[in-house]
């Protein structure tokens, strides 16, 4: 089976890669007039920019280059495709990958690749200096070295600028493939330093057929988790896979259609970041346990056994890792609340405006009639604008309870 097999919907963005892995020797990086490099140079430099280029519009010297920005939003598969472009450049030159290539890169084993990633809020500086490193070196066993940065966006300024070294002087089979909601994520310095490939929201038809594909869930079950996740894959997966997931979801929406006071609204933001908390323990909890025990066989520590005192700084190390991840997780959790709020109240919007056959929620339908009957459509743009605010509060670090308690009660006095 080819790498790309399993994403959908992107078809114009695997042309390119497929285009650019198929090139043997170094990669190419174009000089500028004034002397700067342009990996993003093509003939056709506008198609570059918006990552619609054709394998057949791009020259032969841009057709690779030594580094790539995947933007799209969540769920698009920015992660997905780039670890199908990472095993197609680390195989022997076959565009759709070799499977042992496959297997070690799905395993993050490879010798030739290096993931940069984060499961906290921010990407350490200390891991972006150690990728950099990493990327000098020449590869062992594939035809380059390959280092993928998922989480492009979480890099602060001082962070960013480290990397930007190195993508100013690229070793010629050292290959960066970044991946970010968006190419205003980023310094203007390395934006100019990459080459863009912007992905599509898959449609809810191709996120659903993935579904049926992957779980073999009921094609009913796989058609609404690909609709409420908003063609999000990794949502729609878990959507589609657990009932509890499910549940949550639905009561997240009908606690918001309940408000009847700032009391019930107090109540709803404490029921909502306790959800977002149950979601959170749910992704997080049996990884941490699997992973201490993990660390513990390691040191040669037997499940029950006492952790040695020379130990306990490893320890303390793993579990200080894991209380940002579950920082994080927690932070994303709430921030899908709001977003599956937010398509709550469009799809209240399209009741209003006579448009409810393009619904996300379609099984809430008598619910939203009711509160599309209750309010004019400018109250309805009020509350899906104290839902943006919550966001970008949230994201400035305001306490996330009292974000939405705020959020909550503007809601109630439209």
Known sequence: MAVWDDLTGQADAIAIFRAA????????????????????????????????????????????????????????????????????????????GDTSTGRLVDARTHPDLTVLSTEGVIIKMESVKEAVARSQYSPSVGRYRVVVVEDADRMVERTSNVLLKAL????????????????????????SRVRTVRLRVPSIADVATLLIRRTGVDPTIAERAAREAQSHIGMALRLATNAEARARREETLRAALGLTGVSSAVNAAARLLAIAGDDAKAIT?????????GVLRSLGVEPGQSVPPALRGQIKALEDDQKRR?????????????????????????????????LINLELLPELRRAANACAPAATVATMDAIALARQRIEANVAPALALEAMLVSMIRR
């Open 21 to 96: 892995a198929e090139r043997p020797g170094a990669v190419a990086t174009l000089e500028r007039p004034d002397g700067d490099t342009d990996a993003a140079a093509t003939a056709d430099p506008d198609a570059a920019r918006a990552g619609t280029a054709s394998p057949s519009s791009t020259s032969t010297s841009a057709s690779m280059t030594h580094a790539w920005l995947i933007t799209g939003p969540p769920g698009s598969g920015r992660s997905n495709l780039a670890f199908a472009f990472a095993t197609a450049l680390l195989s022997d030159g076959t565009p759709q």
């Open 168 to 191: 100013e002087e690229p070793p010629e089979r050292t290959v960066w493939i970044l991946c970010a909601p968006s190419e205003a994520d980023l310094l203007p310095t390395i934006r």
């Open 285 to 293: 909890l049996e990884r941490d346990a699997t992973e201490r025990e």
């Open 326 to 358: 579950a920082t994080r997780s927690l932070r994303d959790g709430i921030d899908r609340i709001l977003v599956d709020l937010t398509s709550l109240y469009r799809d209240v919007m399209m009741v209003q405006l006579g448009r409810d056959d393009t």
